[in-house]
């Protein structure tokens, strides 16, 4: 629940004065954050494996989408909705002097980290009209590496700061007190060590205001703390759409070559079921990359086919580079013997608060150091450095070394490895049992990787999928990384696609990924879709109107050629001329499409502009095809009560029944006048 925005008030009456040397340390403090930084934002990997390529982060970052939530505090009830961003710096528009709490959420591989390194980017090299252009001091905190921190100095000192920085915790602690411009960003609140624990206390307190009140403080995570004041504005990524996919291949992968543009993007098309994979911003970026680099590159039949091709290209990396007969022996022994390795992904994926984090030390005796070093040249383990105990800063024995993989995606396709084999080996009970661990919608590609590993463990795991409500659209997916062929499908998705398919707020974020993806498949080979509704969804299309996001679940759905109608449903909701023109020109991309309705229930009526404006050629298109556009219980600003309203394609007016019946006879009867 949102903590009470009780903050903590100082007396500005009498003005603090400031300790000896303030202005000379807030000049050395400011310094080093820069130079430190700089350490960070020069040292983005978009493919892992490959090491000797760095880029800035301004070279790759490229803008997804991104919303806000309106509404009131409690995030919840009539009237509160999420609204689609123009930019990044539209999240901080607050005026100077009035301190908020932010909390920018996305899951992993949706660009947080990336989009907080920007920000440091940009402080560090003065770009002006960016966030925190004009703050003193920006304080980038990766939260992952906090073990028993207690302090916010004490996490500058010992993480950000260079080792020659001759500052002291007392001297930070100073500067944090008496600086008035300051911004905190806290990165990978989920990732916290602490999260659940007392030691974790500061932190919150810094997350509900109780500590730094008088400072701009933004958070990242996948899901909302517990405790947050009333007055934070909420935000979350909802990943690349296709514009910005287009920039980031012209940015970082091919310039301004648009043969090899569209060579990438024919490629995505040519794989329609990695499509859901390359929303996720990470995922796009190997994608585009290993598109362009590897002549190899191939239609994939399944998910599970593209990532072994991924892993392939890691370890053909390493051996490439390296061109030793030794080494290549140990790197295809290691690339196939992971026994141990899938066993310890798929226990720490199992466990109720998953462990995706080991302790290097354990970790190498389990492995064996040639493994583990193998893994983490190929840049599939990530190795960094967190504090263990409270002992005082200068001591030289308070630091470990953590492991994590590069993305908790791979952690799950080495935990498929596992997770195959006791499907083999356990009888029906005991693997449900087993699958009760693991939950479907947070470890969807762990069940997908395990159907396309095994075909018999495959079998096993998509009888317990159709076992469970609302888990039969997600087993044909299985079924086709079972398979790798969609004509398997072909007859299950005619089936569905013959009816109405609904996509509703009220169903599971995996029960919609899962109804979009076999969309996607059905449009793709030209499978009929009769209606599909989107019921309460509060779908937003992207500028070129290429994919119809879902507000409600950060999902898209895609161009769909062959859509005979189109749905819409939203409970009061008020959408301006913008967002309707949006869907007219999705819509317009469904070249099959002749009906499109806008609905909302008897008693909650629709807002809608009275009049489209700006949208003549979208217009024009749909009046060619016959399209019909109506609203089912729609206000406009000319009227206040809920009617059905269709839409004059010529005008852009919505009007009722009756008066488009009288418009049309009109238009019958005036050829008849001039003739008289």
Not at 17 to 41: G, M, V
Not at 292 to 302: A, T
Not at 502 to 518: P, V
């Amino acid at each position: 629940m949102p903590h009470p925005s009780k903050f903590k008030q100082e007396d500005d009456s009498k003005p603090i004065p400031h300790p000896p040397r303030y202005k000379e340390h807030l000049q050395i403090l400011a310094t080093d954050l820069k130079l430190a930084y700089k350490a960070l934002y020069e040292a983005i990997q978009p493919i892992p494996y490959i090491r000797d390529r760095l880029y800035c982060v301004d070279k790759v970052f490229i803008e997804g989408g991104s919303e806000k939530w309106v509404g009131d505090g409690t995030f919840r009830g009539k009237g509160t909705s999420w609204v689609r961003l123009e930019s990044y710096k539209d999240i901080y528009t607050n005026p100077p002097g009035k301190p908020v709490r932010y909390i920018i959420q996305a899951d992993p591989g949706f660009g947080k980290t990336t989009q907080t390194l920007q920000y440091t980017f940009n402080w560090s090299t003065g770009v002006k009209g960016s966030p925190f252009a004009d703050v003193q001091l920006l304080i980038y905190i990766r939260l992952r590496q906090l073990r028993g921190i207690r302090s916010l100095a004490v996490a500058i000192k010992r993480y950000i700061l260079p080792k020659s920085c001759h500052l002291t915790i007392a001297d930070i602690r100073e500067i944090l007190e008496h600086t008035t411009s300051v911004a905190i960003v806290l990165d990978g609140w989920d990732e916290y060590p602490e999260l659940d624990t007392k030691l974790g206390g500061y932190m919150r307190d810094i997350i509900t205001a109780r500590a730094f009140p008088n400072h701009d403080v933004t958070l990242t995570t996948r899901y909302l703390p517990k405790e947050f004041p009333a007055t934070a504005r909420r935000v979350r990524l909802t990943g690349f759409d296709d514009e910005a996919r287009d920039q980031y291949i012209r940015k970082a992968v091919v310039g301004d070559n648009d043969e090899a543009v569209e060579q990438i993007k024919q490629r995505l098309k040519d794989n329609p079921v990695l499509a859901d994979l390359c929303q996720v911003p990470l995922f796009f970026v190997m994608f585009a990359h290993l598109a362009h680099e590897k002549e190899e590159f191939r239609r994939f039949r399944s998910v599970t086919e593209f990532f072994e091709f991924m892993i392939k290209c890691f370890h053909d990396h390493l051996r490439n580079k390296v061109r030793d007969r030794n080494v290549e022996k140990q790197s295809h022994q290691y690339e196939g013997r992971h026994q141990e390795f899938s066993t310890m992904a798929y226990e720490g994926l199992s466990k109720p608060d998953q462990q995706i984090v080991w302790e290097k030390e354990a970790l190498i005796r389990r492995l064996g150091e040639g493994f583990y070093d193998h893994h983490k040249r190929i840049g599939m383990l990530v190795e960094e450095e967190v504090i263990t105990d409270q002992a005082p800063a200068d001591a030289s024995d308070v630091y470990t070394s953590e492991i994590r993989f590069y993305h908790k995606l791979f952690c799950e396709w080495y935990a498929a490895y596992r997770l195959a084999e006791l499907a083999i080996t356990l009888d029906e009970a005991e693997l449900s049992m087993e699958l009760k661990k693991l939950d479907p919608y947070d470890l969807q590609y762990l069940y997908r990787f395990a159907c396309g590993l095994n075909r018999a463990a495959g079998k096993k795991i998509i009888s317990y999928l159709q076992s469970l409500k609302g888990g039969d659209k997600f087993a044909v997916l299985c079924i086709l990384e079972l398979t790798g062929q969609v004509d398997d499908i072909k007859e299950t998705v005619r089936k569905l696609c013959a009816d109405t398919v609904s996509i509703q707020n009220r169903d599971t974020k995996l029960l919609q990924r899962s109804t979009i993806q076999l969309l996607g498949i059905a449009s793709s080979h030209k499978i009929p879709i009769a209606r599909v509704v989107i019921d309460d969804c509060s779908p937003v299309a992207d500028q070129s109107g290429s994919s119809l996001a879902l507000c409600s679940s950060q999902l898209s759905l895609p161009i769909l050629s062959i859509l005979q109608k189109l749905w819409i449903g939203d409970v009061g909701r008020r959408m301006d001329n913008t967002e309707v023109v949006g869907i007219l020109r999705y819509t317009a991309q469904c070249a099959a499409v002749k009906e499109l309705w806008f609905d909302a229930p008897t008693f909650f009526p629709m807002h809608l502009p009275g009049r489209v404006q700006g949208a003549e050629p979208i217009l024009s298109s749909l009046r060619s095809r016959n399209v019909t556009v109506r609203g089912r219980n729609v206000k406009t600003e000319s009227s206040s009560r809920g009617l059905e309203r269709y839409l004059d394609l010529c005008s852009g007016v919505w009007e009722t029944e009756e008066e488009r019946d009288q418009r049309v006879l009109n238009e019958q009867l005036e050829p008849q006048v001039h003739l008289q």
